[in-house]
């Protein structure tokens, strides 16, 4: 997922410095410096949530909440990121085959078959409240 994300954001970046739109590239738009910014931010959060929950695996401790929060948030933010890259690239970014509509398309099933969103949530409400109980 994060790959794909990065492929995608990477993409956007080199898209908007090169697509014209009233007479400069699109990257000059404050709209879209501000979807890129959320993208790099998004990205780095995803990173270096993966690289944490490793280094806990690593280590043997319980990931059962971790891993799923992990998995939950960059699942997530991945999807969004690539829902960017399409606003980004317009037309172009929903066209068949385009790389960024199969990355969208990707991320957005690796939402489901890898485990849902909801069902991450409650592998994560159990781990917290199963202390409680």
């Given at each position: 997922m994060l790959?794909?994300?990065t492929m995608v954001y990477e993409a956007s970046v080199a898209y908007a410095?090169?697509?014209r739109q009233f007479g400069g590239p699109i990257a000059r738009f404050q709209a879209i410096q501000h979807m890129l910014a959320d993208m790099a931010a998004a990205l780095w959060a995803c990173e270096s949530m993966i690289a944490q929950t490793?280094?806990?695996a690593d280590s043997s401790a319980d990931l059962r909440m971790k891993a799923a929060a992990c998995k939950l948030f960059v699942s997530e933010r991945c999807f969004e990121v690539a829902d960017k890259a399409v606003?980004?690239?317009?037309?172009v970014?929903?066209?068949r085959h385009h790389p960024v509509e199969q990355a969208f398309r990707k991320l957005r099933m690796f939402r489901i078959f890898t485990g849902t969103s909801e069902i991450q949530r409650n592998t994560i409400a159990r781990a917290?409240?199963?202390p409680a109980a």
């Open positions: 790959g794909l994300a410095g090169k697509r490793a280094a806990l606003q980004i690239h317009g037309n970014g929903v066209t917290i409240l199963e």
